[in-house]
Nanobody, 121 residues
Framework: VQLQAFGGGLVLAGGSLRLSCAAS????????VAWFRRAPGKEREFIAY???????HYTDSVKGRFTISRDNAKSTVYLQMNNLKPEDTALYYC????????????????WGQGTQVTVSS
């Protein structure tokens, strides 16, 4: 499956962005899709996942601010990001794996190219 992430940009603190992860090449509905991010000088970290049953899980730092959702008819997963903070500045990646969900990046075999999110104070 090929993934394309887009929707990043520059936003003021407190603002919102919606990232999209569009998939092609394989039936999408059975995949777990996750978002990760890499901030400058830091390792890539897990943000959220949504599995094929639409169960979701978030890292603590984004709970209540970010929402992951999917539209299988469009083979797209979204990450709605509200109340953005400067510490959310990072390159955001979507990733996919067949089967059950995980927040470990080593279990994801398919990755998008990343989209930059910059939050200014």
């Amino acid at each position: 499956v090929q993934l394309q992430a887009f929707g990043g940009g520059l936003v003021l603190a407190g603002g919102s962005l919606r990232l999209s992860c569009a998939a092609s090449g394989h039936p999408f509905s059975r995949y777990t899709v996750a978002w990760f991010r890499r901030a400058p000088g830091k390792e890539r970290e897990f943000i959220a996942y949504i599995n094929f049953g639409s169960s979701t899980h978030y890292t603590d730092s984004v709970k209540g601010r970010f929402t992951i959702s999917r539209d299988n008819a469009k083979s797209t997963v979204y990450l709605q990001m509200n109340n953005l903070k400067p510490e959310d500045t990072a390159l955001y990646y979507c990733a996919a794996r067949q089967g059950s969900s995980s927040y470990f990046e080593r279990y994801y075999g398919y990755w998008g190219q990343g989209t930059q999110v910059t939050v200014s104070s």
